[in-house]
């Protein structure tokens, strides 16, 4: 028997089996594509002859593959085996997708575990690699120990969907964080000033703009947008044509811009102009309508 064993061996894969066995774990890992196995035996991993015995290896069974539906697809040919024992996965997903794996995975007498991966490979086993977990809380308890050997894990409730809730979350703000950089350093670089000259500037801009965000948490979890506003929507909505104006002007795409006025001005005329930035929350959610 092993402590864990890690099924899936891509760029993560490979990170968690390191990190277990840096950590003293002993480890079993699988991957479809074997050749990927050998680096990580020459670690001191066992390598399964096949995912059915990688299973059967462990109570703690590891799964980070690329997409949920190939995790179905793999997890198939071993879920005799899955039962009495612990599955987290740790493959990118919405919370559907978790929620279903997660009443899959119980059906079959397994303990589960989602998982939402907070860090790119080389910082995983490292205590800036946050990984986020949801599940059975008796499992997480079970496994905690050896979970850390991962990074900081962060427990978030029963509900298996919570983990990629969060994923998702934290990624769509970095993504729109990306964007924003992106729409800058186009603007100006078309005007030859260099991306590293400019950086600091927008970085500077960026970490000042973040100061507001607590007071829109503030406004968001009270419903209340418009006291103390200082920069309202009306005026922000005025202010963004520029933006999308002096960007066609310098043959820099809107594709990423324009999305973001087309939600102010629907801002502006559902009346929100004197409300703040925050108030756009409510016209996201449109299940709420
Ligand atoms: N890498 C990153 O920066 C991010 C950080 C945050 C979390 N993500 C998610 O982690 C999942 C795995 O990502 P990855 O970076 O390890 O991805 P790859 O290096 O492309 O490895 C993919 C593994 O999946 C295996 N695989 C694909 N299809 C199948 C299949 N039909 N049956 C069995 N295994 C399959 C693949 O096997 P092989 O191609 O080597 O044979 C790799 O082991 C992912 O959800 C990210 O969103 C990573």
Redesign the pocket.
């Known amino acids: 028997m092993s402590d864990v064993a890690v099924?899936?061996?891509?760029?993560?894969?490979?990170?968690l089996a390191e990190a277990f066995l840096n950590k003293g774990h002993s480890v079993t890992v699988w991957?479809?594509?074997p050749a990927?196995a050998q680096v990580l035996a020459a670690k001191g991993a066992v390598v399964a002859a096949s995912?059915e015995d990688a299973v059967r290896s462990s109570q703690l069974i590891m799964v980070?593959?690329?997409?949920y539906?190939?995790?179905h697809?793999?997890l198939a040919a071993a879920q005799e085996a899955l039962s009495g024992r612990t599955l987290v996965n740790?493959?990118?997903?919405t919370p559907e997708q978790a929620r279903a794996m997660s009443d899959w995975a119980v059906g079959h007498g397994a303990n589960y575990i989602d998982g939402?991966?907070?860090?790119?490979?080389p910082m995983i086993g490292g205590q800036h690699a946050l990984i986020l977990y949801s599940g059975s809380r008796q499992a997480f308890d079970t496994h905690a120990g050896q979970l850390d050997a991962l990074g900081t894990s962060m427990y978030l409730g029963e509900d298996a969907g919570l983990a990629p809730l969060y994923?998702i979350s934290l990624l769509a703000g970095m993504y729109g964080l990306f964007a924003g950089v992106l729409q800058a350093l186009s603007l100006t670089g078309a005007v030859g000033i260099r991306a590293g000259e400019f950086m600091p500037l927008l970085m500077s801009w960026l970490n000042a703009m973040q100061g507001a965000l607590p007071k829109w948490a503030e406004r968001i979890d009270s419903d209340d947008h418009t006291s103390a506003v200082v920069s309202n929507l009306g005026m922000q909505a005025d202010a963004y044509v520029n933006l999308i104006d002096a960007s066609t002007a310098a043959g820099i795409s809107t594709e990423l811009v324009l999305p973001m006025q087309d939600l102010m001005r629907r801002g502006v005329a559902a009346g929100k102009a004197n409300a703040d930035l925050s108030s756009l929350v409510g016209l996201l959610q449109l299940s709420k309508q």
């Open positions: 099924i899936g061996l891509g760029a993560m894969g490979t990170a991957n479809r594509s990927k995912l980070c593959l690329l997409v539906d190939t995790v697809e793999a740790l493959t990118n997903g939402g991966i907070m860090a790119v490979p994923d």
